[in-house]
């Protein structure tokens, strides 16, 4: 029990942090004092049915979200993410596929917050240096969905949001949206982004992947909105 305690505690003080809480303000809005929400954060006491449910209101978070305990021995199993996550989108106008390699550092201080590099447009997807844009940034993730917000190291304003489906739980495979602002011209630009825990050299293959059928586009144009199911990789 002391463990699970532990392990609750530490998710509520991330989505608490993430949501901009003072711990002061935390524990006002469940009707507890500083110390006892204190002693919930830090796994010191249990946490009853009805505080419970008071605090997923307060966070705006699903109960799945904080009650996935990590396994024994492996502190990150279950939003683990792999060092390394290869990305590929498809430039239509110049028929060229472009790689990109996104590197996951997780904090020491905290297993939750994990600090992201994108390496974008590589000519070697072993060689991040090649590449033509570098952006900084962090992820937060969920069962369901993994998000970056990544920005330009040499311009502020150039900002990528990136939300990949279904985690990678389970799957070598993944695929997505990145969002961001292009020149030429300027506009905001949103790409299907395919995402793959070891890289791949079939290029054939991720064009297929990459391309909308007729399906998509009549969607598209259905629902008047850029929509991106999950589809498994390994089908083509």
């Known amino acids: 029990m002391e463990s699970f305690n532990k392990e609750l505690g530490a998710k509520i003080k991330f989505f608490r ?4 809480l003072s711990l002061n303000n935390f524990a006002r809005m469940i009707n507890k004092s500083y110390s006892t929400a204190s002693k919930y954060e830090n796994g010191l ?8 449910y008071e605090i997923l209101s307060c966070l705006e978070i699903a109960p799945e979200e904080v009650m996935q305990v990590k396994e024994k021995g492996n ?7 792999p060092k390394y ?4 989108h498809y430039l239509a106008s110049k028929k060229r ?3 990109s ?3 996951n550092k997780y904090r020491e201080d905290d297993d939750y917050i994990v600090d992201a590099k994108m390496y974008i447009d590589v000519s070697d997807v072993n060689e991040v240096s090649s590449c033509k844009f570098l952006y900084y940034g962090q992820c937060d993730r969920t069962s369901m969905v993994v998000n970056y917000k990544l920005i330009n190291k040499y311009n502020k304003s150039d900002v990528l949001s990136i939300s990949i489906l279904n985690s990678l739980r389970g799957s070598q495979s993944s695929n997505g949206m990145v969002m961001g602002i292009i020149d030429n011209p300027f506009a905001i630009s949103a790409t299907k982004l395919l995402v793959l825990r070891d890289a791949c050299q079939d290029d054939e293959a991720i064009r297929k992947f990459m391309c909308f059928d007729k399906n998509e586009i009549s969607r598209f144009k259905r629902e ?3 929509v991106v199911p999950y589809e498994d990789f390994s089908n083509y």
């Open 17 to 20: 942090k993430k949501k901009g």
């Open 45 to 52: 006491i249990s946490i009853d049915v009805k505080t419970f």
């Open 75 to 81: 502190p990150k199993v279950e939003y683990a993410l």
């Open 85 to 88: 996550l290869y990305c590929y």
């Open 97 to 99: 596929i472009i790689k």
């Open 101 to 103: 390699v996104i590197e």
């Open 224 to 226: 008047n909105r850029f």
